[in-house]
């Protein structure tokens, strides 16, 4: 009964931070790293010009993916280490990243709207990953 409680509660947690969370602000990750038995799929949606959650904190081997909703156009996850870059021509499109070594902060931007909107958003792989560099 115990292992039934402890599992049932260790599935919500899994859930619920993979729903995403609010727009995020600072430097702080809004997310704490998925528990649980394997590696995680983390969604991060792209709406009208931030990414939400704007910061997420995972374990390495676990999966980001941004999700675009709503109708605002030219979106692009782009890493500024050069890493990954993608467009999302449309509502509904999404992309996937795994990553794989923890102790590293990843920040990237939508090229679009970074100028007009400080578009921007950091994944931390790791709870030692650093924090994103200050006004990212």
């Known amino acids: 009964m115990l ?6 509660i260790a599935s919500l947690a899994v859930l619920l931070a993979s729903c995403g969370g609010g727009g995020g602000g600072g430097g702080t990750p809004t997310s704490p790293p998925p528990s649980g038995g394997g590696p995680q799929v983390v969604v991060v949606q792209i709406k009208d010009n931030e990414f939400s959650p704007k910061d997420v904190t995972i374990n390495p081997g676990d999966t ?18 050069g890493s990954f870059d993608n ?5 509904g499109a999404t992309f996937e990243r795994t990553f794989n070594v923890g102790g590293k902060t990843f920040e990237y931007q939508c090229k679009t709207h970074y100028g ?14 650093p924090d994103p560099h200050p006004g990212y």
């Open 3 to 8: 292992l039934k409680r402890a599992l049932g």
């Open 64 to 81: 980001v993916r941004w999700v675009r909703v709503g109708n605002t156009p030219d979106h692009t996850v782009s890493a500024l280490d």
């Open 87 to 91: 467009t999302f021509p449309q509502s």
């Open 116 to 129: 007009c909107c400080q578009m921007g958003g950091a994944v931390r792989v790791g709870t030692n990953a």
